[in-house]
């Protein structure tokens, strides 16, 4: 028979607060298989004491065979799963835009038609995909203008263009999603692509920058590249589309 597995936990928990990072280590050790004694922290006083007796900066603290393994982090670490490093890039926030804009996007088109495979499938699947983009720049709009004008040529020039991107997108994904006022999401999606796709090139490929990406907003790290140029071809693609089908006085 196996010993037991067993690990001592310090965390917070008061009656306003219960530290999130104590309750996901307190899982994380249930998960690899150790019984927990877990010791409550109910006051800040009781907390600052801990820390001091056990010169640490911060709780929750595990410790395991009597050995100290840190916090949330180390503790990830210490069973071998992945700890993001800060400034640590990461395409995850643009795939999960992506999945979920396809995924919305072939759900509508079988209610709608009653088979993923037509093309309204692939407009609805870079217009909510814009939309998703769009409301992930809108969340901080000036963080994002002062990524966007470090690459964007366009906004370097005219800095307000940086502060009107994220709506121009918007709007253009709103009415291209209902193919309403083409005579206006037409013009918007080729302008703000080609200038998009433009910049980027430059930046990425003549230039031979390595920045971050303004896509998913200001805070993001995904690194500027395909993804953001992407994003603009698939905004003149679209504009194009709309143009041949429906023309600009439709």
């Known amino acids: 028979m196996t010993e037991p597995k067993n690990a001592v936990l310090y965390r917070m928990v008061m009656d306003k607060h219960v530290c999130p990072y104590g309750t996901k280590s307190k ?3 249930e998960s690899e298989g150790y019984a927990v004694e877990d010791h409550h922290l109910t006051t800040r006083e009781e907390t600052d004491a801990f820390k001091a007796q056990h010169d640490v900066p911060t709780t929750p603290q595990t410790f395991i065979a009597g050995k100290r393994i840190g916090g949330y982090d180390a503790l990830r670490a210490f ?3 992945k700890v993001k490093d800060d400034g640590e890039t ?5 795939l999960a835009v992506f999945a979920v804009a396809l995924g919305l996007a072939v759900s ?3 209610w709608s038609f009653g088979t993923p495979l037509v093309l309204r499938t692939a407009e609805w699947f870079i217009a909510f995909s814009m939309a998703m983009l769009a409301m992930l720049k809108l969340q901080d709009v000036e963080q994002f203008s002062t990524m966007f ?3 964007d040529q366009l906004g370097r020039r005219f800095v307000p263009y940086a502060y009107a991107y994220p709506f121009l997108e918007a709007t253009t994904a709103i ?3 209902g193919h309403l006022l083409p005579w206006l999401s037409i013009p ?3 302008f703000i692509g080609t200038v998009g796709a433009g910049s980027v090139f430059y930046a990425v490929y003549v230039q031979k920058r390595e920045i971050k990406c303004a896509c998913v907003g200001g805070g993001s790290n995904v690194p ?3 993804v953001s140029l992407s994003e603009n071809l698939a905004m003149i693609a679209m504009g194009i589309w709309m143009l041949a089908r429906y023309g600009l006085t439709a």
């Open 188 to 190: 918007i999606a080729l």
């Open 108 to 110: 509508l088109a079988i």
């Open 79 to 81: 069973f071998d799963r």
């Open 224 to 226: 500027l590249g395909f």
């Open 90 to 94: 990461s395409y995850q926030p643009v």
């Open 149 to 151: 004008v470090g690459y």
């Open 175 to 177: 009415l291209m999603a």
């Open 27 to 29: 899982w994380l050790l």
